[in-house]
Every structure is written in C-alpha cells, then in structure tokens.
C-alpha cells in the first residue's frame, strides 16, 4: 500500500511542462467564457449553463476561487479579479513550470507570448508554419508585383529563420492529409500557390502540393537549427478526414535519409492511431509523442486506453506530457476547454471532449494526473514496472523528456513544489466524489463467498488503509450453508486477523455513488500475509512461475447467470425465470436491454472490459465475456463483475444468481475461463503451424498438460459445491470427462483459435469446469500449481477428443461426479498441497466436506444458494 502511496505522491507533486497549449484572452474578448463549456455558437451557447459538464466544472472552478456556485458568481469572480490574477492562480493550482504556446490559433483579445511569461518560469513558442504561410500570402510582396513561388519562399524561410522558437507545428491533417510528397516538383508547388492566391483572402492554404512544399522548406530549416517538429496526428473537427491523419502515412517523410536527424512529435495521442503512434516511436529514432489527452468523444477510460497503447511499444522517454489549455486559464486547470460533457443515463459516466476549429482542444494538468497515475499503478500491478521505475517515468513523462527535447534551461528552481500541500487539487486515485460517506472492504471466502465490511470513509483514510480492520479466523473456516467455522477446518473463532484494503482496487461504487468499495488482503498484522489468504495464494503461486519460467498467466472470464423475477405461489414468494426465450434469442435482448446496458456501464466505470454479452440457452439466462487481463487483475475483475451483475439487477426487482444449476431440468451456469501463457508481454502458448503439435507450443503444452493431469483435484476450486456436479453433466458443454480437444466445446479443456489468430495455431485454452460459486484467486491459484507441475515435468498431452465425448466414453476417463470425488483426488495431490499450501489446503478440504455432509441430508437446501450466490 505504501509504494503506491509513494506513487501516488510522485505524480501528485511532479513538476509540469506544458509541451503544446494555446494563448489565454482577455477577459473581455468576444470569446464567450461559456465557451468554456460547450462547442456551442449562436442561440445554442444559451442552453449551455443546463449541461451537466458546465455544472460539474462550475463547482471546480467554485471550489478554486472560493467563489458562489454559480455562472453568474464566478463571472463576477473573473472581472473583479482580472485575468492576471486569475491565470496566477489556475497555472498554480495545475502546478505547470514551463509552457509552450502554439499561437497560430486566432483568437479575439489573445495576448502575446510575452504577457504568458508573468505566470511560468519559462514560456517557448511554437511555430504553425501554415499561419506563418498564409500572413505572408496575405501581404502584398515586396516588389509590389504577384506572389511567386520563388518570392514567398524566400521570405517563409527567412521568417523561419527569424523567430526565437522552440520548435515548429503543422496542422498538414487538417488541410491535405499526412501523406507527405518529400520530393514535390518545384512546378507542382508554383501550380499550387497560384491555386491557393486565386480562393483570395484571406488566404487559406488546402493545396496539397504547395503544403508539402512548404512543410518539407520547414523540415530543413528545423533540420538546419536543430528544432523539432510537432504534427497533429489522428482525430479532429469535421474539417479534418480522419483517413489521411494516421501517422503511419508519414513513412515515407520518415524513410526519407535527407530527414532522419529531424525530430518529429505526433500530438494527441494519435488517437484513434494510439497504436500506430507507438509503433513509430519505437522503430524510428526521430519520433516522439505527445499525450495532449483531450480527444474528441473519449471517456475517461477511453484515455487511459489511449496512454497505454501509446507505452506498448514506445519508450518512456519518449512520451510527452500537455495540456492543449486554450483561451481561458480554467482549461489549463480543469481540462476542459470547449466542452467535457458527461451524460448520465443508465449507462453511467463517460466523458466526451469535442474540439475547436483545426482540433485545438485540451486535456489539463488535473485529469492527466489521474491518467498517468492510473496507467503507472497498473503497470507496476501486471509486474511490467517497479515502484521506483514507475516514480521515474512521471517524472520522465511530465516534465524531464520535455525538458530536454526542447532545451529548457532548468525551471524546477523557481517551482514552489513546497506550496503542493496547500493547492486546491489532490490526485483521487479512482476519482473519487467529494460526498462518498462509506467504504465497502471486500474479500471472498474459501468457500467462494463475497464478504464485506462497511467504514465510513474519514475512518478508512485516517486508520484503515494502514493498519487495516479486524476479523476472526473463522471467516475462512465457513461453508454456504452456514457463518461458523466447519469441522476439520483447523479455524474457530479464537483469534484474529487484518483486512488490509489494496488502494490499487479501490473504486467508486457505480451503483451506489455514496460508496466506494475495495478489495483487502489477509494479514495476521499489516505487512504479513496470512497463509490463508486467497489473493496472498494466487501471487504467491504466481511468483513460483514467473521464478522458475519467466512466465505469466493470463485470464479472461466468462459469466453464465440467471435473471430470477419474484412471484408469490400461495402466499409465499417463489423466484422464477425472467423469461423463456432460446439461446441468442433478440427478444431476451430488447426485454433485459435496461438492466444489462446498466451492468455495461458499471463495469466500464470500473475499467473492466466487456468483450461481448448475449442470452444463453437457459430460462432468463445471459453470458458476459469479461476482457482479457493478467491472472490477478482477471480475479479481481470476476469480484467486481459479479457484485456489479448482482446489484444491478437488484435495482430493476431482479435476481442475478451464478448457482451452477439453478433448476435440474434446465442448462447450468458456468464461469469458464481462457488462459494463455505471456513471456515478457508476448503471447508464449501459440505455436507456429506446422512446427509444433496442434499449434500450441511446447510450453503451452506442457501447461495445459499439467492442468489437464490435475484437473480433478482442481475442480475442489472450480466446482466447490455438490450443486457444481449437478451442472458438470454429459452434453451438456460442460466438459464431464477428462480430455481436451481443438474447439470441442464438449471437453472441459477447449483448445481456442478465435478470429484473428492465424490458421492452425491456438492462441489460449478454455476451463469449462469453473462456476460462479468458486474463489477466483483460489480456482487460479490450483490451475497454476498444476501449470508449474506440467512445466516441471515436461508433461505432453494425449491425443485431442474430435468427438463428443460420451460417445467415446470407454477410451476416456469421466472426471469426478461429486463433491466428494474431488476431495478425495485433492487429499492425494501432493503437488497441489505443496504449492498452494497445507494449512489453506486443509481449510479447504474441511469446508468441502461439511458442503457434503449438509446438503446430502437436505435435499432440498440446494434451492436456497441463489441467496448466496
């Protein structure tokens, strides 16, 4: 918890350079303020102050200047005090050391360069070589005579030459595209300035050839004074065509040798070219980034996308920070120049930020914070960063990468870093809403339930995130059936230990806005895991692999659940299906459509990624296929999605229930699972066709070997209660013998080619026999241990089962059909009760048997786990 408080601190607190903004106006320009708010003109603007983005920033803005929440009030503010005094305190509170200003844009009443270095230690200009173009065009030359090409090229190079800059920008997207013509012909150029005089003036350059003409003049010039280059690259206004913006049309600029030494910046991101934009940074030495966040119609986690893709490949050091503020100095605070709309329906939040003319928009210093904080904290969760490594790299990305592309003399003397505990803006690490008044602490017991204890928030910050809340020993001692530890648990109620929260899972709950919730590991005291910890098993088991192979698994979850409706049946109340359509069926979709756009929009609240959803083949019941992710983030996703899922459909009057087989004559539910296996970020179970067996490769196989050798064992995780036996049934797609096949959904392991994955090769292998009635991190946790084991011995598999399985049932063994079974192979896994260990393991089995013991003398008590799962 601590190294992500340093983290958390280190971005909070680390110096800003501004790479590209904008001039700030006067307080009287004939820029509206509202446009602040809204891309609005005319009598449209008027309805601007109803927006939810005007009232959410109003309150910010309120809250910064210790003003009236109200337009009106912060108006009054903004006069009053004039604009000096509040650009002073905006740049502050963004807590920005150096800016440099594109000031290409026209603005009514803008200042100058100069009036921007009152604010900030240091301000560098930019240069919008197009503007410089088309101010000289718009002159009469100097002879008095028509513009030649010759003429205004040697004045556009001397005024290149002429200005104090720090380097040069081209909006080239916006008028002709990035496919830049290196070698333009002198007479096509000549042709495209007499194109260009003729439309008049003011002039606008779109020609394409007299733009390559003019950006390739710029390129040597910047070549010759070692200056760099920013491009605007990917999404803008309606004047742009998005099919031309991909950086990746640079290639030739950038194959092109006469040019290799020029350092070029794609802005914003790319996006949506995110990716292409990192690929480039990471084969071409002269490409650089920068993350000017505000993308037109992006969410929150639409930029933390956009960040991660734009680090896949690309080094650190190569990615620059900006803030893209424009007009007024609340959009270098607030990040919201023009408009961040969020619109509240039932899908939830999402932020959506439009642009200005030729895409000036702008993402500030307090949102990018969260951003970056966000994306760090997730790397170093997947293993991919350390703290300290994490630390470094905001200091890289905000400021230290900036500093040295540009050569800016050193600011961080004149930056009261000193005055940061007294600024207005602190980074929330899940953005979190000033009125939340409870934290809900989670965890999920041995016998797959989830738990949660309740603290009021000012509690949870000033004492629970260190020293975590008490909790006896039993809790992992506990059955479905009943709240005290079972026989043969080796727990009771002596004793006690510490739900320590982990800050990295702590989130606003969607669905209750008050509330926020996390997740809490096990201690016997803060910073000693308990043994019996199922989270503390999971990494545990984990490092063994990565130790000893290098290897990481990752996991991706499907749900099966059943929406039950309330009825009354003589007097009493009797839960039933939501309805009786078949498999796919639209009809289920258009009926359940409210509750399950609600669940979509919670989960992508909580960044978890929803691949796809559809009605299954039960009475009321629907599938959810959850993103892929690392083992750990895939656990704890699965918690938070199931919460989600159950939740929702409390709102609507509905029960969401994951009970394997909630009726005995209708299908079951299941939680399967697609793994694979990466080495260093790359994908290490595909084979390569033709070269390996089945398409998987040696270590792939010898993984997926090894959890098909343990797999009855491992169903004491997967399948944890007799009901799980009831579902794991003969064709019924639940994979009831033990064997595996290429894409034979009969088998409980399903070798996967989806789309995309070329010919022949298998890109993951799926778990049937998992259900929403299992501990995740436990279920996880023993297909690991049975991974490393196959890896130990260099396990093969057998041949495939091309069949259904029950049709061949003499050459295949069935795997265990009850409880009871599986127990029983679990108590002669040596390797399993190594790995995961004794006292956990013991815990375990002695939850399993009073499972056993309780429901075979209640028949019918099996009906009542809809209430616990």
Partial sequence: MDNFAALKTAVETAELIDAHAHNIVAVDSSFPFLNCFSEATGEALSYAPHTISLKRSLREIAE????????????????????????????KAARISAILIDDGLELDKKYEIEWHKGFVPFVGRILRIERVAEKILDEVSPDGTAWTLDSFTEIFVDNLKSYPFVGFKSIAAYRSGLEINTNVLKKDADEGLNDVLRAGKPVRITNKNFIDYIFIHALEVAQCFDLPIQIHTGFGDKDLDLRVSNPLHLRNLLEDSRFSKCR???????????????????????????????????????????????LELAPIKKVMFSTDGCAFPESFYLGVYIKVLVTIENWGYYGSIPVS???EFTLGAKKAREIVFAVLRDACTDGDLSIPEAVQAAKDIFSENARQFYKIKTVSESFDSNDIASLPVKLDINASVQDVALVRIIWVDASGQHRCRVVPKKRFHDLITKNGV??????????????????????????????????????????????EMVLADMHLKPGIPWEYCPRETLRRVSKVLKDEFNLVM?????????????????????WVPFDATPYCSTSAFDAAFPILKEIVASLQSLNIVVEQLHPEAGHGQFEIALGYTTYDKAADNLVYATRSYSAVARKHGLLATFVPKYMLDDIGSGSHVHLSLSENGENVFMGSSGATRYGISKIGEEFMAGVLNH?????????????????IQPNTWSGAYLCWGMENREAPLRAACPPGTPDGIVSNFEIKVFDGCANPHLGLASII?????????????????DDNPDNVKDKVQRLPESLSESVEALDKDAVLRDLIGEKLLVAVKGVRKAEIKYYSENKDAWKNLIYRY
Wanted: aromatic share 8%; charged share 20%; hydrophobic share 40%.
């Fill in 64 to 91: 910064l200047y210790g003003s009236d929440l109200s337009l009106d009030a912060v108006q009054e503010y903004r006069s009053s005090s004039g604009v000096d005094s509040i650009t002073k305190k905006c740049l």
């Fill in 264 to 310: 070029i910046v794609l802005l914003h991101a790319s996006y949506p070219f995110s990716k292409e934009a990192s690929y480039l940074a990471s084969v071409y030495p002269q490409v650089y980034l920068d993350f000017g966040l505000a993308v037109p119609k992006l969410s929150f986690h639409g930029m933390l996308s956009s960040v991660k893709e734009l």
């Fill in 357 to 359: 003319s030729e895409n």
């Fill in 470 to 515: 008490g909790l006896t020993c039993a809790s992992m001692g506990m059955s479905s059936h009943m709240d005290c530890p079972a026989d043969e648990t080796n727990l009771s109620g002596v004793g006690e230990i510490r739900l320590i929260p982990d800050l990295s899972t702590k989130s606003i709950i969607p669905w209750a806005n008050d509330q």
């Fill in 554 to 574: 990752n996991a991706g979850f499907e749900n099966e659940f059943f929406l039950l409706r309330s009825v009354l049946v003589d007097g009493k109340e009797k």
């Fill in 711 to 727: 797999l009855p064992s491992i169903l004491a995780f997967t399948a944890p209660v007799p009901n799980s036996y009831d579902r």
């Fill in 785 to 801: 241990a049975a991974g490393i084991d196959g890896l130990r011995k260099h396990s093969t598999l057998p041949e495939p089962i």
